[in-house]
Antibody
Framework: QVQLQQSGAELVKPGSSVKISCKTS????????MHWMKQQPGNGLEWIGW????????KYNQKFNGRATLTADKSSNTAYMQLSSLTSEDSAVYFC?????????????WGQGVMVTVSS | DIQMTQSPSSMSVSLGDTVTITCRAS??????VNWFQQKPGKSPRRMIY???NLADGVPSRFSGSWSGSDYSLTINSLESEDVADYHC?????????FGSGTKLQIK
């Protein structure tokens, strides 16, 4: 069965970076793009960007441009999101979710989310 | 960026009610709207795709519709398991944008 398993909660200091992972199984990793979303406590969802694991193509929300970096490791079927220059506004839950490249099926499977807390 | 103005932000509902949640798009997004259900501490679950299509495994009491720039999610005969937050998403244009969410609460 399809699974997107994200890494554990992070407590990080302001100004630092965090890198979270999304390990996939149950499907062909390179045939789905991986998108990332942010959700602050009690708030709606915000789209960060996507990566195509097959060729490394990326697209970012301009709001995160320069601070968010999406990568993918085909050998381990894992996608990563790194966020740098963290502030308290980055304290949120971060989700990965897949999109079928051929089918266009959007966000049918999600990771469980990673809570990132930015605090000194 | 396309704004998805979602209303209401919260609703107090009774079991058995018919509930309608709406998102208004700030520009044309065609059929490219999804609806998601999210329960506390959980990931969103896709309920409706391409504005009107029921996702796999979603009960038939859920439906999606649209008229002009207004997109609606309707739940008929609300059940206790439907109490959750609901989010709309437009994916016609980057950046993808979500509505601000609707919280359903039991009266």
């Amino acid at each position: 069965q399809v699974q997107l398993q994200q890494s554990g909660a992070e407590l990080v200091k302001p100004g630092s970076s965090v890198k979270i992972s999304c390990k996939t199984s149950g499907y062909t990793f390179t045939t789905y793009d991986m998108h990332w979303m942010k959700q602050q406590p009690g708030n709606g969802l915000e789209w960060i960007g996507w990566i195509s694991p097959g060729n490394g193509d990326t697209k970012y929300n301009q709001k995160f441009n320069g601070r968010a970096t999406l990568t993918a490791d085909k050998s381990s079927n894992t996608a990563y999101m790194q966020l740098s220059s963290l502030t308290s506004e980055d304290s949120a839950v971060y989700f990965c979710a897949r999109v079928g490249r051929a089918s266009g099926v959007l966000f049918d499977y999600w990771g469980q989310g990673v809570m990132v807390t930015v605090s000194s | 960026d396309i704004q998805m103005t979602q209303s209401p932000s919260s609703m107090s509902v009774s079991l058995g009610d018919t509930v309608t949640i709406t998102c208004r798009a700030s520009q044309d997004v065609g059929i490219y709207v999804n609806w998601f259900q999210q329960k506390p501490g959980k990931s969103p679950r896709r309920m409706i795709y391409r504005a009107t299509n029921l996702a796999d495994g979603v009960p038939s009491r859920f439906s999606g519709s649209w008229s002009g720039s207004d997109y609606s999610l309707t739940i008929n005969s609300l059940e206790s398991e439907d109490v959750a937050d609901y989010h709309c998403l437009q994916y016609d244009e980057y950046p993808l944008t979500f509505g601000s969410g609707t919280k359903l609460q039991i009266k």
